[in-house]
């Protein structure tokens, strides 16, 4: 007991210390309490509202969110356990590393513990996308108890995907039966797909494919059944197989983390690395220099997997970067490593499919002439793009010493940073609207939907460029990361107004006097380049009173 | 009949993926030894002390501190470790840190102990400041203060004296002094030769995880048949590709 009693104290006396910290730091004190207010003004509407939804799911609505919940929990799950076959994704603090660890305390407990101590931190790291979430559930006619099945659903997931993935990296790299778990996970996922797609009765070019997640052999299939029997019952109600499924997911959960506890012997080294990164990552963050990082670790296996599959190239760059134009080396070289050239990435295929699939889809339903389905598509780009703030490759280079000691103006600095990025995003763009177009064009032959393609395409392209632009603006007039976070809402807010007003104004004018929707695009799209080149600028100007401190905090 | 050496290495290797980071190295030290652990940098000094302390599994070999197994509780009883860049508890303060290695170690009365090192550091003034709020040097003073008031019989300290100040290294040198006449083995990695020279009774050159040299100062000189030679020219003779 003197081993638990030791972590047990240090831990209280750390959490102590934190909560004192917050107490002498008025800066924090704001940001936690605007934060909670952000949570109450979420929830507090969502609740009150509750019994009169906004618009009521139809079952057909309903199957459809819970296909693809049931893709993304499985897509997840499937990448975190087969990553674990190799390399663990379960950390420590460097502190426990260069303290704890050669200290005479066993290391079972010091894991045991550890495990303990993650459940709190995965609940709220797998309940906060829930959390959020929380208002449109209740508008999509969920009432509390529903409500809650999709956080048991979200919890079971962050609280079975650790100690199961920690479990299967044990077993086969520990234990030596890599190719047993490997074949089980395999035939697991074979299973899965089969009971899906034989549920759908092989009918994969409809939407009726998306129905066969209900399949008996995917619900009653452990762990993943049990979650997405959860997020099922919110919308359908739960019936006595899903309160068993709660019980089996515990008990799961329970045994799991036995388990390793049992299993896991001379473990120090396989947490070591993934340790030392994630704490150059909290220093870098501590620093100012790194955007924050909110993910749980079945997300970091995730990217590491995928880090893993697709870095490994050698880079020959033979052109020459004068000047300010060096920023364009690194990401020449960062997108020739990790794509298929500095131009094309390794995600442009699923624009051209994400394309196809939306011209299908049109030619199916939509009507000759109707250009809402791409107008949508774009509008959800420009969405994700305007929720991308504060990170992107600018963002990076601000938080090192580079771009203050290279010879060159900001404008040019920023400009050669932004370039590359502006380019390869308005080329995905392009893929996704010129292969709905093609595909659409190929059926009609019309050629009026090329003018909407290419129109969007630039016309998101210019608003990732000026969003760019924003955040320079933001960084260089809120140098410090704490800051930034104080007024991350109003930098949203600012962010909307100075996209919004000036492409209302140009568009607006267009409109009135072409009563043309080509033009008003022309308009639009001017606008942004014309207020992009303006902020930076702006941003030009104030950087040149910065000193380099202001970023290292 | 009571084993003379504190620490036994058999025969270890240790490789990542491919690459063989220490090579079936086989040495002992015997207790009160202190050993100065030399390399030029990507030699194996590191690897080798995390694999002693129980950070890292050695792909083959045995290492034994007290004669138990390297990893069991009774040999991390006796063995304390400072590591290379000094990485603490951020949320904890000076103090808190020595009662936390002090609770672990189970070590009764540390209380004047720990005052006595962290006056001898300079950090008695930032006792009750955390650790975050340290400058590197501070923390590395603390990291060393957290590995003495173990009470170890056997430190492994990994590059202890990067980012003191030159009175700290002193102080460093003197406690070193100390603790050699207090018994204690100690095993020092360190690229700064100057300062251990007369420290080492011992000094292991290491070459791309092997072994190139292993003796006292005196005695790696006469192997070179440079009476005179000081510990830099000892090594950079010993270190010279062929």
Known sequence: ?553 | MENEYILEIQHLTKKFSKKTAVDDLHFSLRKGETVGLLGPNGAGKSTLIKCIVGLLRPTSGNIFIAGNPRGSRKARQVTAYIPEVPQLYNMLTVWEHLRFITDAYEIARWEERAEQLLRLFEIWEQRDEFVKALSKGMRQKLSLCCGIISGARILFFDEPMVGLDPRAIKNFKDLIQELKEGGRTLFISTHLLDPIENICSRIIVLKKGKIIADGSLEELRSRLGEENASLEEVFLEVTADA
């Open chain 1, 1 to 553: 007991m003197h081993d638990y009693a030791v972590l047990l104290r240090y831990d209280a006396l750390k959490l102590k210390n934190y909560v004192l910290e917050i107490r002498r730091n008025p800066k924090k004190i704001a940001l936690y309490l605007l934060f909670i207010a952000w949570i109450v003004m979420i929830m507090f509407p969502a609740i009150k509202q509750n019994g009169r939804p906004a618009f009521a799911v139809t079952a057909d609505t309903a199957h459809i969110v819970l296909a693809v919940y049931a893709l993304f929990i499985s897509s997840l799950m499937f990448v975190s356990f087969f990553s674990s076959l190799k390399t663990l994704s379960y950390s420590f603090q460097m502190g426990d590393v260069n303290l704890l660890f050669p200290s005479p305390l066993e290391p079972n407990r010091i894991l045991l513990w550890s495990l303990i101590k993650k459940i709190p931190s995965d609940m709220v790291k797998t309940c906060f996308p829930a959390l959020i979430l929380t208002p449109t559930m209740f508008n999509m006619g969920l009432d509390i108890e529903g409500v809650m099945l999709v956080y048991l659903s979200l919890l079971s997931f962050g609280l079975l995907s650790t100690p199961v993935s920690f479990l299967i990296f044990l077993v086969s790299a520990r234990y030596h039966k890599e190719r047993w778990v490997r074949g089980i996970l395999l035939i697991s996922a074979v299973w899965l797909l089969s009971c899906w797609l034989a549920y759908a009765r092989w009918d994969i070019f409809s939407l009726n494919v998306l129905l066969g997640y209900q399949a008996p052999g995917i619900l009653n299939f452990p762990l993943f059944g049990w979650i997405v029997q959860f997020a099922r019952a919110a919308f359908f109600g739960a019936t006595p197989v899903v309160y068993t499924a709660v019980f089996l997911a515990a008990l799961t959960a329970l045994a799991a983390n036995l388990l390793v506890f049992t299993l896991a012997r001379d473990y120090y080294e396989d947490v070591i690395e993934l340790a030392e990164r994630l704490e150059t990552l909290r220093a870098a963050k501590r620093g100012g220099k790194m955007r924050g990082s909110f993910a749980p670790f079945q997300f970091n296996s995730a990217k590491t997997f995928w880090t893993r599959l697709i870095n490994r190239k050698r880079v020959t760059v033979e052109r020459r970067f004068p000047g300010s134009w060096a920023f364009m080396f690194n990401q020449v070289v960062k997108y020739r490593r990790t794509g298929i050239n500095e131009y094309v990435g390794y995600l442009a295929p699923l624009f051209v499919i994400a394309g196809l699939a939306a011209g299908f889809i049109f030619l199916r339903s939509g009507q000759p002439g109707d250009n809402r389905l791409i107008y949508t598509l774009n509008g959800i780009l420009a969405y994700l793009l305007f929720f991308r703030s504060f990170s992107g490759p600018l963002s990076e280079e601000l938080a090192l010493p580079y771009i203050y000691t290279l010879p060159g103006t900001f404008f040019r600095k920023a400009l050669a940073i932004n370039i590359l990025p502006t380019l390869r995003l308005c080329i995905n763009v392009f893929l996704l609207n010129l292969s709905y177009a093609l595909l659409v064009y190929a059926h009609t032959k019309d050629a009026v939907i090329f003018m909407p393609a290419v129109l969007l395409s630039l016309l998101l392209a210019s608003f990732y460029f000026e969003q760019s632009n924003i955040i320079a603006l933001a960084h260089v007039l809120l140098p410090s990361s704490i800051d930034r976070k104080f007024f991350y809402p109003l930098i949203l807010f600012v962010e909307l107004l100075l996209v919004g007003i000036p492409a209302l104004m140009a568009g607006g004018l267009a409109a009135w006097l072409t009563h043309s929707e080509w033009f008003v695009e022309i308009a639009v799209l001017t606008a942004n380049m014309a207020m992009a080149i303006l902020l930076l600028l702006l941003s030009n100007k104030i950087f040149y009173y910065l000193e380099m401190r202001d970023f290292i905090e």
